[in-house]
């Protein structure tokens, strides 16, 4: 059977950032009507292969053709008007604006130079509705939840490109969904792989970049692997198994994985290091008892929503409380603001990378240096020297890449930037280290590291309270599980060979357990 | 190549353009005043158009340091004129009250209530922007019209004049051949980059000017860092304020450091530091009120009619901004020097390449 053409066909792409190859001599084909997986550890040239096709970078070397015909993409307008539409790992929407005004953004209906406000609101409507939304599109974008804001923004990538399709722009229809469904819970995903699949039976060609293999497997048809800045292989999803693809993906063999065996029943007994009577905040989570001892790893369970956040930042006094105490080492604390709980010995790594962890303006040592300067006060700067011993070894450590501390967080990759801001936080060497998604976008490898860190650090004595969406996870790492259900702290079970997801599941489905 | 290859490091170093700008601005008067880089020794005094540029800058480059500092942490103080205005007036209204206007210790009483006054005008704006969360601007705006009406109740809506050698000093007098002022700025400046470099303070003020949350939850005092900014910058004005008035011997609260506040963002937006905070250059900011200063004295050199002056100093302050940005200069000159070097294609692409990088967040 002869092979339809290509709808994008890039060869022989290469891009250099300051002498340093992203991408050499990369190959990716994309077809109409498929959903096409392109794969790849943090690092591995999948995102600057997008921002070249959405025109954001400009290509150092290679060529891009769309429908047979090369195309020189200068910028995300020609993209846009060229049939390419993207959506951003992090939602790119402007929060005050409404949901119609995002979703028509520089394609308002206008009259005379007028903006035709009714004729925006009923278009935006039609739209919203057509993909099975039910929203008020006048109400501003930032006061829905991140979920809801990540499908505005398909939508609104989905409406370019049909627009270009109307008006017969070469007809060509690709969609590029960079990790659409980290922030999206079970219903959602599902939602958006309905979206997906009609979009694909229309004719659409779709790239997804996701980190969850299971949804790879689920949604996809065709996948492209990256590896180092290179193309590592091109199959069939059908013809390829998840432990083949981890394998090609991060280039060995799966043994780091395996050997991270299911370590739970440290009884925690003696006197808790945390313990909270009734802390709670109107709106946020309700009031909660909890303890955390020394070397224990409390795991958080529950959907997206359900109080887990606001549970972790009136631990570490982002929030401040309504009513409750903290008890610290045994004595009462009052966490007013962060640097309390730094003070005592608390660490928070937000999920919220860009917008509550990163500096971006300045570098990878000064990123990392920050909380513990913070501690010491502005009056006693951390002495050159050991300063630049500590980065060192921490940037070593956890395998920061690039390996240079003078190198702009900004310039590098999502999974390193969460090792920088896990170095920030081990700096301070903390007696109980709060993660709110700390796996959450990051690939495999990185990921697999991330969890033995917290295995490790907690065999050394460190108290861990561990936030993640995925439940295999929380169970694999917590000593402790706690679940929350609707901003409730429903349930507190001990981990052990009869606590499984099932279970866990069943209580965030029912609330009921004791 | 070695010699490209220097130019391209030169030309790329954050002060290159300032610099330059601030080289052709003073090169343009010498045609317009002759021996104008000539400097005499008159009586022990040095005198020179430099000198008096320097001079007659000090107050500029004082505002602008701690303006720095604010900027840097994300806001912006539009109060620092009538700082300037308070503190002049309360330092001449008390030397003029005393019955030896000469004697030192009423001098210095003069200058401790001054400061003191500044400092509070500076915690003041620091607590409406950081404790009760009002916009820089209008926080500040506050100030700078009630600062006016404050410093004409202090000297009665009159101009009060002194007449004391000791209170010249700090403005006008001279030490060491040298005018005085130039001691007090050294001494700012040198103070300013200790407390921020050789503490940790220029790294907190640069991740709250970054990134104002992701500072907070690092454990960053940031209310603090930002009224430690706002007092500085009064401080600052303050001590212009001395100057400007000890300068002319008298204080008029009306017009002494008026626009200063606008001259003083100027001058940190030239020396290269992003109005959204962030990354602060202290020296960048000297050279910015530099070339503010040798604008000011080339308008009068050369003759510019008084009633286009503004404009005339708006035109040139555009050029030097543009001329700073790396986007600019490729679409000016990068056409101009691709045609000129054809054969150079490979440094070219490179020289190209940079200033993308810079654009790219």
């Not at chain 1, 010491?376 to 070593?396: H, N």
Request: aromatic fraction near 4%; glycine fraction near 10%.
């Amino acid at each position: 059977m002869a092979e339809p053409r290509p709808v994008l066909e890039m060869k022989c792409i290469v891009k250099e950032f300051a002498g340093t190859r992203a991408l050499s001599g990369v190959d990716f084909r994309l077809f109409p009507g498929e959903i096409h997986a392109l794969l790849g550890e943090n690092g591995a040239g999948k995102s600057t292969l997008i921002k070249l096709l959405t025109g954001v970078h400009s290509l150092d070397g290679g060529t891009v053709s769309l429908d047979g015909r090369p195309v020189h993409i200068t910028g995300p307008l020609q993209a846009q008007q060229a049939g390419i539409s993207t959506v951003y790992q992090e939602v790119n929407l402007c929060q005050n604006l409404s949901v119609a005004e995002n979703i028509l953004i520089g394609r308002e209906p206008v009259r005379a130079g007028r903006i035709r406000w009714k004729q925006l609101r009923e278009q935006a409507t039609e739209l919203v509705t057509r993909f099975g939304l039910d929203l008020d599109v006048s109400a501003p974008v930032g006061s829905y939840p991140l979920a809801v804001q990540q499908l505005v923004a398909i939508i609104r990538a989905v409406s370019i490109s049909d627009a270009a399709e109307r008006r017969g722009a070469g007809g060509s229809k690709v969609l590029i969904l960079d990790e659409p469904t980290s922030s999206l819970d079970r219903g959602e995903v599902e939602e958006l792989f309905a979206l997906m699949r009609r979009l694909r039976d229309e004719g659409m060609a779709i790239v997804f970049v996701s980190h969850f293999l299971d949804q790879i497997y689920e949604v996809c048809d065709r996948m492209t692997i990256l590896r180092n800045g290179t193309l590592v292989a091109e199959h069939m999803v059908a013809d390829l198994d998840q432990m083949q693809l981890v394998q090609l993906m991060i280039g060995k063999d799966l043994g780091q994985l395996e050997e991270l065996s299911e370590h739970h029943a440290q009884p925690a007994d003696g006197e808790p290091l945390l313990r909270t009577e009734g802390l709670g905040r109107t709106g946020g989570i309700a009031p909660f008892d909890l303890e955390v001892h020394a070397g224990e790893v409390l795991g958080l369970a529950g959907l997206l929503g359900s109080g887990r956040t606001e549970l972790a930042r009136l631990l570490f006094g982002a929030d401040a409380p309504d009513g409750g105490r903290v008890d610290i080492d045994g004595k009462q604390v009052a966490l007013r603001a962060p640097n309390d709980a730094i003070g005592r010995g608390v660490a928070f790594l937000s999920e919220n990378r860009r917008a509550e962890g990163l500096v971006p303006d300045l570098t990878v040592r000064e990123n990392i240096i920050l909380a513990l300067q913070a501690a010491r006060g502005w009056t006693r700067p951390v002495p050159v020297s050991q300063r630049d011993e500590l980065v060192a070894k921490y940037i070593a450590a956890l395998d920061i890449r690039p390996a240079d501390p003078e190198a702009p967080v900004s310039a590098l990759s999502g999974g390193n930037q969460q090792k920088v801001l896990l170095a920030r936080w081990l700096l301070t060497r903390p007696k109980l280290l709060i993660l709110d998604e700390p796996t959450r976008g990051i690939d495999v490898g990185a990921k697999a590291e991330i969890q033995k860190l917290v295995v490790s650090l907690s065999e050394e004595g460190m108290a861990v309270v561990y936030i993640s969406a995925e439940l295999e996870e929380v169970l694999r790492l917590s000593h402790t599980i706690g679940v929350l259900r609707d901003r409730r702290l429903v349930s507190r079970i001990a981990n052990g060979p009869d606590v499984t997801a099932g279970r866990v599941l069943e209580i965030i489905a029912s609330g009921e357990h004791r | 190549m070695s010699l490209s290859s220097l130019w391209r490091a030169a030309t790329q170093h954050r002060l290159f353009w300032p610099v330059a700008a601030l080289i052709v601005l003073l090169l343009i008067n010498v045609p317009f005043t002759p021996g104008f880089f000539e400097i005499h020794l008159k009586n022990g005094h040095l005198y020179g158009s430099l000198v008096s540029i320097v001079l007659f800058g000090s107050p500029l480059i004082l505002v602008s340091i701690g303006m720095t500092l604010v900027i840097a942490t994300g806001g912006i103080d539009l109060s620092v004129g009538a700082v300037v205005a308070i503190s002049g007036a309360l330092a001449c209204l008390v030397v003029s009250k005393q019955a030896d206007q000469n004697s030192v210790a009423g001098v210095l009483l003069s200058f401790g209530l001054a400061l003191a006054a500044a400092l509070v005008c500076g915690a003041w704006n620091g607590l409406l922007v950081a404790r009760l969360g009002i916009q820089p601007i209008i926080a500040t705006l506050i100030l700078m019209v009630a600062g006016r009406g404050v410093a004409q109740l202090i000297t009665g809506g009159q101009i009060i004049t002194v007449n004391s050698d000791s209170y010249s000093l700090i403005g006008g007098g001279y030490w060491l051949t040298l005018p005085f002022s130039l001691f007090v700025v050294a001494l700012v400046v040198v103070l300013s980059m200790v407390l921020t470099r050789r503490t940790a303070l220029g790294l907190l003020v640069e991740a709250v000017g970054g990134n104002a949350e992701a500072s907070r939850l690092a454990g960053i005092r940031s209310r603090r860092i930002k009224i430690m900014a706002y007092v500085f910058c009064g401080l600052c004005a303050g001590v212009a304020g001395l100057m400007i008035s000890s300068n002319v011997s008298a204080a008029d609260g009306n017009n002494a450091g008026l626009w200063i506040e606008l001259d003083a963002i100027l001058a940190v937006v030239i020396g290269g530091t992003s109005l959204t905070g962030g990354r602060f250059h202290l020296g960048g900011t000297i050279v910015g009120a530099l070339i503010i200063q040798t604008l000011t004295t080339t308008i009068y050199t050369i003759g510019v009619p008084t009633q286009t002056n503004l404009v005339f100093k708006a035109v040139v302050v555009i050029i030097v901004c543009l001329l700073q940005s790396a986007a600019f200069r490729e679409k000016a000159f990068g056409a101009l020097t691709k045609r000129r070097n054809p054969a150079r294609k490979d440094p070219g692409a490179s020289v190209d390449a940079a200033p993308q990088l810079e654009v790219s967040p």
